[in-house]
């Protein structure tokens, strides 16, 4: 079993659309919990990132992580052509493993006009 | 403020020679981390760097190494080259709590 698990899509959506995004995960250290963006051929870019449980919201996007269920959503209010992209969960535990970013596979996101 | 930069942005090589990726972090940042995307595998945990030495290393063979300068600038070798080599190496630097990172556009290695 991965550690991170994310349903790689693809999802298509009309623009103005709420999307939700998700990803569950196995290792109970996991303390940071972040989302990329990555366009086609681009590095990852950091969207959110959030500390143990609870919501974090920022402009379009509102991370959630629920520790007890180990369950970690993205959601996009009124989504635009431009949110077209993979979105990647990533989580990170402490001890020797802190620096390790352990990611989910990605979703496909695609937002039609 | 500059981001994260990586050279070259691609690199063809063939099978058996060696290939030498690059990348700085972003001003205060002491933490490189590289990862590879190969397709169809996700990212890939390789190597961290950290004040100069080596933290933590992912599940790749010996020829995959590195190393970080005192700038906190950081080289990846990856020694007699593979076909499954080929992939997107990104480098990645934090500076802070949690080791929130910040990715690179990332070098593209095809070999051939």
């Known amino acids: 079993q991965k550690e991170v698990e994310q349903d790689p899509g693809p999802l298509s959506v009309p623009e103005g659309a709420i999307v939700s995004l998700n990803c569950t995960y196995s290792?109970?250290?996991?303390?940071?919990f972040m989302w990329y963006r990555q366009y086609s051929r681009k590095g990852p870019e950091l969207l959110m990132y959030t500390y143990s449980s609870g919501n974090k919201e920022d402009g379009r996007f509102t991370a959630q992580v629920d520790k007890s269920s180990k369950y970690i959503s993205l959601f996009i209010r009124d989504s635009q052509p431009s949110d077209s992209a993979t979105y990647l969960c990533a989580s990170n535990a402490g001890g020797t493993s802190y620096g390790k970013l352990t990611f989910g596979q990605g979703t496909i996101l695609t937002v039609h006009p | 403020e500059a981001g994260v930069t990586q050279s070259p942005t691609h690199l063809i090589k063939t099978r058996g020679q060696q290939a030498t990726l690059r990348c700085s972090p972003i001003?205060?940042?002491?933490?490189v981390y590289w990862y590879q995307q190969a397709l169809g595998l996700g990212l890939q945990f390789l190597l961290w760097y950290d004040e100069g030495e080596e933290r933590n290393r992912g599940n790749f063979p010996p020829r995959f190494s590195g190393r970080q300068f005192p700038n906190y600038s950081s080289e990846l070798n990856v020694n007699a080259l593979e076909l499954e080599d080929s992939a997107l190496y990104l480098c990645a630097t934090s500076g802070g709590r949690g080791n929130i990172q910040y990715f690179g556009a990332g070098t593209r290695l095809s070999v051939l």
């Open positions: 290792n109970s250290a996991f303390q940071y």
């Open positions: 001003s205060g940042h002491t933490s």
